[in-house]
């Protein structure tokens, strides 16, 4: 591994000057589950390394039923998980969380570091597309949000710019009318990268249709997606099993997935409309307990 | 290696004892561990988070010590194989990993000993299914894991036992 300094500065401010001081060459470390590995492997490669984790902000987890929950971005997978109402409300993040590598990652993996290495298959960005969440960053040129479905540019590459970085993850409140799942499809029960994930949220009115509905799609592009219109077609729908079944097939249309060692286009195709289906019958049943 | 790094100065705790050393940036916890505190217990499988053979406790956690470095561990309160046995007493979970032969060339067994300590602390009476999904991130090349999964079980009778019985001698 090439040599690099590290700092691990206590304030967001101090952070921002060492992150704008150094620019491209600067590397920050939350749970370091993916930037260990892609440093010591030489795919990226660092001149400082910058530990988050001792900022007091990227460690707290907030929710109130006005502004939702606010996730510190180095709050860890674990932390998430084992919250028993923080689960309950989010149950796709909860999902997700509890399935990214094996204890030993989830105790040190956060939900931000996860977004900000924009891998196609990441686990937890579904949830967050899902859930309607937004990235609260900052940099040298002060504070901006960027929303979880526009955050991803690329396969490891994310929208923010030199010096910038992820404080929280802001999600909105969540009522009882309202559930979220994710499932991934993975040839063994535990310990591996998703051939397809789904997330599926639904909010119901009070006649018990379907007020609003989102449903993402991890490992079939280039990037998560956000289905458009799988979604809209469900809204002022009966949660019927033939409506699930017209969006899975709506969602399928927009994936474009590859061929490789974790499965064929043509499977992976296959499998968005099993996790769609599935997905959204688990945040009904959510939204519906 | 390339010359002329500065070291970083830290202080933690290892099995109970504040423990002070020098490191690179770069280097790994498991580098420390084995190479400067001679802990050779953790092991280095795979090197990238995947098999957990260098499994450690860090703040009652169980991490992959390769995918923590050194610097990380200002401060922290670390757990490792060496320091489940109380003297010249084996821990439960190695009595019952012996007895039940769960291992076989015994690379993984560290890292397994130390996350099913972690697991049966956390979660007595756990069930065949979840001792599965959280022992997931240790991996075993011989055993085929029932062995393993059975020598948990019995520990954990054994360590439920012992709970009962200094409660009732209290």
């Known amino acids: 591994m090439k040599d690099f300094q590290y700092a691990a500065p206590t304030t967001i401010q101090a952070a921002t000057s060492l992150l704008t001081e150094h620019g491209s060459g600067a590397r920050i470390l939350a749970g370091g589950t993916d930037i260990i590995v892609q440093l010591r492997e030489g795919l990226r490669e660092a001149d400082i390394v910058v530990d988050i984790k001792k ?101 490891g590459i994310n929208s923010l710019v030199d010096g910038e970085f992820v404080v929280a993850i802001q999600i909105p409140p969540q009522s009882a009318s309202m559930g979220s799942a994710y499932q991934r499809f993975i040839p063994r029960n535990e310990m591996d990268i998703a051939v397809v994930g789904v997330g599926s949220w639904i909010e119901l009115d009070a006649d018990g249709n379907i007020a609003n509905a989102r449903i993402s799609l991890g490992a079939v592009a280039a990037t998560p997606l956000f289905a458009v219109e799988a979604s809209q077609f469900l809204v002022g729908k009966e949660p019927s099993d033939d409506n699930f079944a017209e969006a899975a097939e709506l969602a399928k249309q927009i994936a474009t997935p590859i061929t490789d060692m974790r499965g064929t286009a043509h499977y992976r195709t296959h499998l968005v409309g099993v996790l769609v289906k599935r997905t959204l019958t688990t945040a009904l049943a959510r939204a519906q307990a | 290696m390339t010359t002329a790094t500065k070291k970083i100065h830290v202080t933690t705790t290892v099995n109970g004892e504040s423990v002070e050393f020098l490191c690179e940036p770069r280097n790994s916890l498991l580098e420390v561990l084995r190479d400067t505190l001679g802990l050779t217990g953790c092991k280095e499988g795979c090197n990238n988070g995947n098999c957990g053979a260098c499994t450690v406790i860090v703040n009652k956690l169980p991490v992959n010590s390769c995918l923590v470095f050194g610097v990380e561990a200002e401060g922290a309160e670390i757990e490792t194989v060496e320091g489940i046995a109380d003297a010249n007493e084996l821990h439960p979970i190695q009595d019952c990993f012996l007895e039940g032969a769960a291992l076989q060339c015994g690379i993984c067994t560290p890292g397994f000993l130390v996350s099913a300590k972690a697991l049966l602390e956390k979660k007595p009476g756990a069930s065949e299914e979840t001792i599965r999904f959280d022992l997931s991130g240790n991996l075993c090349r011989c055993t085929g894991y029932d062995k393993i999964v059975r020598a948990i079980q019995e520990a954990d009778k054994q360590m439920s036992a012992a709970t009962v019985d200094s409660t009732t001698n209290d």
Do not use: M
């Open chain 1, 55 to 155: 900022i007091p902000e990227l460690r707290e987890c907030q929710y109130s039923d006005e502004s939702g929950l606010c996730l510190g971005a180095a709050v860890t997978c674990c932390e998430i998980y084992e919250d028993a109402d923080l689960a309950g409300r989010y149950g796709a993040l909860a999902d997700s969380t509890h399935i990214i590598g094996g204890w030993q990652i989830q105790s040190r993996a956060s939900v931000g570091g996860n977004l900000c290495n924009a891998s196609p298959a990441a686990d937890t960005i579904p949830a967050l597309i899902v859930l309607n969440a937004e990235a609260q960053v900052t940099g040298p040129n002060g504070q901006r949000t960027i929303a979880a479905d526009a955050f991803c540019t690329g396969p």
